[in-house]
């Protein structure tokens, strides 16, 4: 097994061997002429987007700056919005389902390093698997750390960092982030806090 397989395979490796640098700096040029384009070029825009990520919908926006290590490692379904500087560190594979929506300066990080010194000077990393689930909608500074799963409708509050699973349908904040409530069918009628909706359209 060679360090691209072991990397994929979610098992310490060496992120400069076996063609792992080659494809981070290709990657680095597909991301670097996206961030360059003009907001009138947002047809070009939709097309390289595709082309970094390995797994898109049909219908998908990510306002640059956006970053990533590979963007082979990076599924993300229909309706996808990201906002402004969403960063990607996708060692290993980032999935993420429809209806995604990705605030400001949001960072999801499968990578990591050993605790020890010793082992973490070695050179080895390791990259372990993020999934989130549909209709999540992720608060702008939010951490999404290795290994973590966010269920389906889930909302991440602001400033959270997500170090361990989150389930479906529920509110969670904080750091650690922490589940506050469930959503339930009562924040149907409600836009923000206790405002309700003053149109019917919504539903």
């Known amino acids: 097994m060679d360090q691209k397989q072991r990397m994929i395979a979610n098992l310490p490796y060496k992120a400069w061997m076996d063609g792992l640098l080659e494809d981070r700096e290709e990657t680095k040029k597909k991301v670097?002429?996206?961030n360059s384009l003009p907001p009138e070029r947002w047809g070009e825009r939709t097309k390289l987007i595709k082309a970094i990520l390995g797994k898109t919908g049909d219908q998908i926006h990510v306002e640059a700056p956006?970053?990533?290590d590979y963007g082979y490692n990076i599924e993300v379904g229909e309706n996808f919005y990201a906002n402004y500087n969403l960063i990607i560190l996708d060692v290993g594979k980032v999935r993420i389902g429809d209806n995604a929506q990705i605030a400001p300066n949001v960072g999801i990080y499968t990578a990591?390093?050993?605790i020890h010194p010793d082992s973490r000077n070695s050179g080895y990393e390791?990259?372990?698997?993020?999934t989130i689930g549909n209709n999540v909608w992720i608060g702008a500074n939010s951490v999404i750390l290795p290994g973590v799963t966010i269920g389906d409708n889930a909302v991440i509050g602001a400033g959270s960092v997500v170090s361990k699973d989150i389930p479906s349908d529920v509110i969670a904040v904080g750091n650690p982030c922490r589940v506050?409530?469930?959503i339930t069918e009562e924040d149907r009628d409600f836009y923000y806090k206790?405002?309700?909706?003053?149109?019917d359209d919504y539903k």
């Open 126 to 130: 390791y990259g372990i698997d993020i």
């Open 180 to 182: 506050i409530r469930k």
């Open 194 to 199: 206790d405002r309700r909706f003053d149109v």
């Open 66 to 68: 956006f970053r990533c």
């Open 112 to 114: 990591g390093h050993p």
């Open 32 to 34: 670097y002429e996206y």
